[in-house]
């Protein structure tokens, strides 16, 4: 086996959450955490899909892998070789080697930047090209990225939602990047056009053999792009597997949940709305408060599990609890 | 007039759209938003309407409850009809069918709720506008109940808590409850899930439909998604470029959709997985409402594009019971 491209261990994310003057009494910095030591690893020209709803920290991972949040003690390492991200020379490898494509294209293009201009941003400086060669550059991705000729001397503002996210792409390509963050690339788009990108990341993905981290709240466009799916909660991976195994057959309780609550034009069963659901719980499984298959080891953090080609994070699977687990299914 | 048969039985049909045209309209300006729409409701149905972004399905809804701001709005021709009485063009004297009548709940509730009211002060202000008269035991009993049948949990801890400290599912849950204290014979949804999680909106949705079982209203459904249309729908209207280009029932139109759009927007959301190969959509992107091509709207972005479609505007025209579509392919 080749060695991954990316690998990402134990990543943990905290805010500080100040709380003083209008709470009263003395200044207490509280810890928010965002990301819970989170370990993936992407290979080479895999797509990579992140699964997770409001507040389980998709864009914070995004944005930790390359490199605006600096976290301490984890192990980012890109071709086996380690990354610090708090020193430059390492960042710097880091972003040749990642490009991320933001959510909201409005706020991510310089408004006052041609688009030309914009996606030259995206080459490395040490390169030392003509103006020449720099125009036939961003032609090239241009046409790679289906942007029309016409477009490339005009700015952000003029261009549609579809054809700034092109723009984006354009900028990540143009300097030879081997992985593409896409953080929710379409939520944004409407559906026809949402079709279009995603038949072009399918191209590109061929064509200049680049992996995608694909991070999108929607299940439709995650099985339809991604080799291999991590399912987030609150923080935490609760699922990793193949697209095929985690749609067809998924373990944890949360993933069923899930894609359960899918709506597909086949058809969804509306009559069973599902179970209560709870706040995400601070201690054990963060899981148990929403839980329907909840059972006493749940109060303990459960421990990641290997099942197969993918990793499943619940006591359900643990040898000791066999047992509950098959019991609670035949129910 | 449309030759359809349960056009006798008259109380049957709740809501009448003829003909709409809808226009803004500034100093130097005039858009055609809605051409000659028509639509029909009737008791106890759910009717969806679908299109992308500017198509007006939105001005479509606000121009039904009367909130379309006028101006730069200048509705031009045609009449709504709501259980037989025209509610439009309207006057103070018959506006009373809002809240009784027709309710609606918008996109985002935190907009729509007032942000300097309380949950329940929010509630007390929908009973005073239908029973003004009530005894304050009896509002409060209303209060209490009508909260707890949307699935909230802990009514007492919501009442005094303000929209802003809600999670967007709860403030849903609050502006279905102060729907469902009218009682409204027409509900009209605009986006009511956009923007939520899935396992919430699956609950939402589910919560809608069982409260049309309830108090028997009609649902309006205006939305961007397909698959919530299939899973809500009696029949759907598809909009495109501000006119209607097909309606049916909703199970014929996934089966067997006529028009080349409707087709395009069915095969835009990804259904399996990516060896089943690329999304089946055409280049382009939906046309801006100032600047439309002559003829067909969508001829620019049509497959099977004629010469007559870049001349002339199809009419919608009945194909088969209840079908109807706008295209020259089925002249």
Same mark, same amino acid.
């Given at each position: 086996?080749?060695?991954?491209?990316?690998?990402?261990?134990?990543?943990?994310?905290?805010?500080?959450?100040?709380?003083?003057?209008?709470?009263?009494?003395?200044?207490?910095?509280?810890?928010?955490?965002?990301?819970?030591?989170?370990?993936?690893?992407?290979?080479?020209?895999?797509?990579?899909?992140?699964?997770?709803?409001?507040?389980? !920290?998709?864009?914070?991972?995004?944005?930790?892998?390359? !490199?605006?949040?600096?976290?301490?003690?984890?192990?980012?390492?890109?071709?086996?070789?380690?990354?610090?991200?708090?020193?430059?020379?390492?960042?710097?490898?880091?972003?040749?080697?990642?490009?991320?494509?933001?959510?909201?294209?409005?706020g991510s293009l310089n408004p006052r930047l041609t688009v030309s201009d914009i996606i030259l941003e995206g080459l490395p400086t040490d390169k030392k090209l003509s103006n020449e060669e720099r125009e036939g550059k961003v032609k090239e991705v241009a046409k790679y990225v289906e942007l029309p000729e016409s477009k490339l001397e005009s700015y952000p503002p003029e261009l549609s939602g579809?054809?700034?996210?092109?723009?984006?792409?354009?900028?990540?390509?143009?300097?030879g990047k081997k992985i593409l963050i896409l953080d929710e690339p379409t939520s944004s788009l409407d559906v026809s056009i949402q079709a279009q990108i995603l038949n072009l990341l399918i191209r590109l993905k061929k064509e200049l053999s680049v992996g995608y981290i694909f991070i999108t709240h929607d299940l439709n466009v995650i099985k339809y792009m991604c080799d291999r799916v991590a399912?987030?909660?609150? !923080?935490?991976?609760?699922?990793?597997?193949?697209?095929?195994?985690?749609?067809?057959?998924?373990?944890?309780?949360?993933?069923?949940?899930?894609?359960?609550?899918?709506?597909?034009?086949? !058809?969804?069963?509306?009559?069973?709305?599902?179970?209560?659901?709870?706040?995400?719980?601070?201690?054990?499984?963060?899981?148990?408060?929403?839980?329907?298959?909840?059972?006493?080891?749940?109060?303990?953090?459960?421990?990641?599990?290997?099942?197969?080609?993918?990793?499943?994070?619940?006591?359900?699977?643990?040898?000791?609890?066999?047992?509950?687990?098959?019991?609670?299914?035949?129910? | 007039?449309?030759?359809?048969?349960?056009?006798?039985?008259?109380?049957?049909?709740?809501?009448?759209?003829?003909?709409?045209?809808?226009?803004?309209?500034?100093?130097?300006?005039?858009?055609?938003?809605?051409?000659?729409?028509?639509?029909?409701?009737?008791?106890?149905?759910?009717?969806?309407?679908?299109?992308?972004?500017?198509?007006?399905?939105?001005?479509?809804?606000?121009?039904?409850?009367?909130?379309?701001?006028?101006?730069?709005?200048?509705?031009?021709?045609?009449?709504?009809?709501?259980?037989?009485?025209?509610?439009?063009?309207?006057?103070?004297?018959?506006?009373?069918?809002?809240?009784?009548?027709?309710?609606?709940?918008?996109?985002?509730?935190?907009?729509?709720?007032?942000?300097?009211?309380?949950?329940?002060?929010?509630?007390?202000?929908?009973?005073?506008?239908?029973?003004?008269?009530?005894?304050?035991?009896?509002?409060?009993?209303?209060?209490?109940?009508?909260?707890?049948?949307?699935?909230?949990?802990?009514?007492?801890?919501?009442?005094?808590?303000?929209?802003?400290?809600? $999670?967007?599912?709860?403030?849903?849950?609050?502006?279905?409850?102060?729907?469902?204290?009218?009682?409204?014979?027409?509900?009209?949804?605009?986006?009511?899930?956009?923007?939520?999680?899935?396992?919430?909106?699956?609950?939402?949705?589910?919560?809608?439909?069982?409260?049309?079982?309830?108090? $028997? $209203?009609?649902?309006?459904?205006?939305?961007?998604?397909?698959?919530?249309?299939?899973?809500?729908?009696?029949?759907?209207?598809?909009?495109?470029?501000?006119?209607?280009?097909?309606?049916?029932?909703? $199970?014929?139109?996934?089966?067997?959709?006529?028009?080349?759009?409707?087709?395009?927007?069915?095969?835009?959301?990804?259904?399996?997985?990516?060896?089943?190969?690329?999304?089946?959509?055409?280049?382009?992107?939906?046309?801006?409402?100032?600047?439309?091509?002559?003829?067909?709207?969508?001829?620019?972005?049509?497959?099977?594009?004629?010469?007559?479609?870049?001349?002339?505007?199809?009419?919608l025209k009945q194909v088969k019971g209840e079908r109807e579509v706008a295209c020259w392919l089925y002249e």
């Open positions: 086996m080749n060695e991954p491209l990316l690998e990402v261990e134990n990543l943990t994310i905290q805010f500080r959450v100040k709380t003083k003057l209008l709470q009263g009494g003395q200044s207490t910095d509280k810890w928010k955490r965002v990301l819970n030591s989170i370990s993936i690893s992407i290979n080479e020209g895999e797509t990579f899909g992140i699964v997770g709803e409001t507040g389980s !920290g998709k864009t914070t991972l995004a944005r930790a892998l390359v !490199g605006i949040h600096k976290p301490k003690n984890c192990t980012i390492k890109i071709n086996g070789k380690k990354i610090d991200s708090r020193k430059r020379d390492d960042l710097l490898l880091l972003r040749r080697k990642i490009g991320i494509v933001f959510q909201d294209p409005v579809g054809e700034k996210q092109r723009v984006s792409l354009a900028r990540t390509i143009i300097g399912v987030l909660y609150y !923080g935490e991976i609760l699922e990793q597997n193949t697209a095929f195994e985690l749609f067809e057959h998924p373990k944890h309780p949360y993933s069923e949940d899930l894609i359960g609550a899918n709506f597909s034009l086949s !058809g969804t069963n509306l009559s069973t709305t599902g179970h209560e659901s709870g706040e995400p719980s601070k201690e054990g499984c963060v899981y148990k408060n929403s839980c329907p298959k909840r059972f006493v080891a749940c109060d303990e953090d459960p421990p990641i599990l290997n099942l197969g080609k993918g990793q499943v994070k619940c006591w359900l699977y643990d040898e000791r609890y066999k047992s509950v687990s098959t019991k609670k299914n035949t129910i | 007039m449309m030759s359809i048969p349960l056009r006798d039985k008259l109380s049957a049909t709740l809501l009448e759209v003829n003909n709409l045209q809808v226009n803004f309209e500034t100093v130097d300006r005039k858009i055609e938003v809605l051409k000659d729409i028509s639509i029909r409701i009737e008791r106890g149905e759910v009717v969806g309407v679908v299109g992308e972004s500017g198509s007006g399905k939105s001005t479509l809804a606000q121009a039904i409850i009367g909130v379309l701001d006028v101006p730069p709005a200048k509705i031009n021709e045609g009449s709504i009809q709501f259980e037989g009485k025209d509610i439009f063009p309207k006057s103070d004297k018959n506006n009373n069918f809002r809240g009784k009548g027709i309710n609606m709940i918008f996109q985002e509730p935190l907009t729509s709720l007032n942000p300097v009211y309380s949950v329940h002060d929010q509630m007390e202000e929908a009973i005073n506008i239908g029973n003004p008269a009530l005894k304050k035991k009896d509002k409060e009993e209303i209060i209490r109940k009508t909260l707890s049948e949307v699935m909230i949990r802990d009514v007492e801890g919501i009442l005094n808590v303000y929209p802003h400290q809600l $999670s967007g599912g709860m403030r849903q849950r609050v502006s279905i409850a102060m729907v469902l204290i009218q009682k409204p014979n027409l509900l009209i949804l605009d986006e009511p899930t956009t923007g939520l999680d899935l396992i919430v909106q699956r609950k939402i949705i589910g919560l809608i439909l069982n409260l049309k079982q309830t108090i $028997s $209203s009609s649902i309006l459904l205006i939305t961007h998604d397909l698959a919530v249309a299939a899973n809500m729908c009696d029949r759907i209207y598809v909009m495109y470029a501000g006119r209607v280009v097909e309606s049916g029932r909703m $199970s014929d139109i996934l089966n067997n959709p006529q028009h080349p759009y409707t087709t395009m927007l069915k095969n835009s959301v990804p259904e399996g997985y990516m060896d089943e190969g690329p999304l089946k959509v055409s280049a382009g992107a939906p046309p801006d409402l100032r600047d439309l091509p002559p003829g067909c709207a969508f001829h620019t972005r049509c497959p099977f594009v004629m010469d007559r479609c870049k001349k002339d505007i199809p009419i």
